[in-house]
Structure formats: structure tokens, C-alpha cells
């Protein structure tokens, strides 16, 4: 199957300092990666949708200028966690698809980030 | 407003049994239809995925798809205790985008 890779696995900051998480498609070719959010013991949000070389659409309620995603290349996508406070606190992990319908969605191992 | 619906659970089988997670859809244009088992702590896996109307088979997994009855549901045949999990069932839309069910917590008991 497709692999992503996500770094890093773990981030512990403090508040006010700014993390990026990177997302990579290692064996296939992600014209759309995700980002999604997800608190213990509840369901994955979605946040954005990158698509290479385009601005990413964020979902409603999710800041855009907080949250600072790029997708640079097919195999690479940032998202910039800006400002950081403890309430940003979460498990972060995105997906990659080559958006065929016979594509799914396949998720990297998550960030699991810490604001102090 | 799209919605995929899940029992959220728990649905508890006993080790050696079939275990069947259900999941309806409310988007009549959903095209493809997708399967997570996300353990506690990590990220989901992908399973199975199916967009065609009736059964598909991947050793022990099983999707089935009705379309007309706007229907998914996966069957894990020989349960064992690795396959207790949460199982996310997803719903392509026209952008590629899933939709996604709140999840069914499975346990499997020894």
C-alpha cells in the first residue's frame, strides 16, 4: 500500500512559539493532501485541503492564518502551526490522495503535539 | 448536509466469531466508499474500499455496498483480539473528499 510519512511523531513548545509538521507521500504521487485534527476520544476533524500549487481550502471555524498550510511539491505538504497555546493541543495527522475515484485516502502515522 | 452514520458502540464479539459494522450514508452521488481501523493512539489504516453494488472480499474483511439502500457494511470473519479498534467508514463526495462516520468501537473477546 501507499506510504506517508509525517515528521515529527512528537513536538512539545511553548505557548506563543511557532511548529511545522511535514507531510509526505513517499511512494505515490498526493495531487490533495488533508489535514485533520483529532482530541482524545473524539472524531477526526477535518481542517484543510491542499492541492499542489494551489491555496489550501480550510473548513469553517479552522483560522487560516494560524494554521499556515503549503503544498509545494506532489510529494510534500507543511502545516504551520502559528503562535501555538495550549488549547492548539492535539493529535495532528494528514492524508495524501492521487484523487482517482479508486484512490483512497491514506494517513500518515500523526503529530502529536503538546503546547506548554 | 452530508451525513455517514455508525453505531458508535461498543460492539462487543466474542474471539472466533463474525464481527459486522454497519454504516449508512445520505449522499445519493457518493461513488466510493471506504473502511478505517484506527487503533487507540494512532492514525487510521485503510482496510478496504468499495464502489461497486454487492460484496467484496479481502481474506478475512468483507465490504459489502448497497447502493439502493444507501448501505456499507464490513464483516470480519474470525474476529481476533488485534481487531478491536474503532472502525471509521467513509463516503467519497464528487471533490474527493470524505465523509466520514463517527466511528464503531469493536472489542473482541478472548
Known amino acids: 500500500g501507499a506510504v506517508v510519512s509525517q515528521h515529527p511523531s512528537r513536538v512539545i513548545c511553548k505557548s506563543g512559539t511557532s511548529v511545522k509538521i511535514e507531510c509526505r507521500s513517499l511512494?505515490?504521487?498526493?495531487?490533495?493532501m488533508f489535514w485533520y485534527r483529532q482530541f482524545p476520544k473524539q472524531s477526526l476533524m477535518l481542517m484543510a485541503t491542499s492541492n499542489e500549487g494551489s491555496k489550501a481550502t480550510y473548513e469553517q471555524g479552522v483560522e487560516k492564518d494560524k494554521f499556515l498550510i503549503n503544498h509545494a511539491s506532489l510529494t510534500l505538504s507543511t502545516l504551520t502551526v502559528t503562535s501555538a497555546h495550549p488549547e492548539d493541543s492535539s493529535f495532528y495527522i494528514c492524508s495524501a490522495s492521487s484523487e482517482t475515484r479508486e484512490s483512497p485516502q491514506y494517513f500518515g502515522p500523526g503529530t502529536r503535539l503538546l503546547v506548554l | 448536509q452530508k451525513e455517514v452514520e455508525q453505531n458508535s458502540g461498543p460492539l462487543s464479539v466474542p474471539e472466533g466469531a463474525i464481527a459486522s459494522l454497519n454504516c449508512t450514508y445520505s449522499?445519493?452521488?457518493?461513488?466510493?466508499f471506504f473502511w478505517y481501523r484506527q487503533y487507540s493512539g494512532k492514525s487510521p489504516e485503510l482496510i478496504m474500499f468499495?464502489?461497486s453494488n454487492g460484496d467484496k472480499e479481502d481474506g478475512r474483511f468483507t465490504a459489502q455496498l448497497n447502493k439502493a439502500s444507501q448501505y456499507v457494511s464490513l464483516l470480519i470473519r474470525d474476529s481476533q483480539p488485534s481487531d478491536s479498534a474503532t472502525y471509521l467508514c467513509?463516503?467519497?463526495?464528487?471533490?474527493?473528499?470524505?465523509?466520514w462516520g463517527a466511528g464503531t468501537k469493536l472489542i473482541i473477546k478472548p
Open positions: 449522499d445519493r452521488g457518493s461513488q466510493s
Open positions: 468499495i464502489y
Open positions: 511512494d505515490f504521487q498526493a495531487t490533495t
Open positions: 467513509a463516503a467519497s463526495d464528487s471533490n474527493y473528499q470524505l465523509i
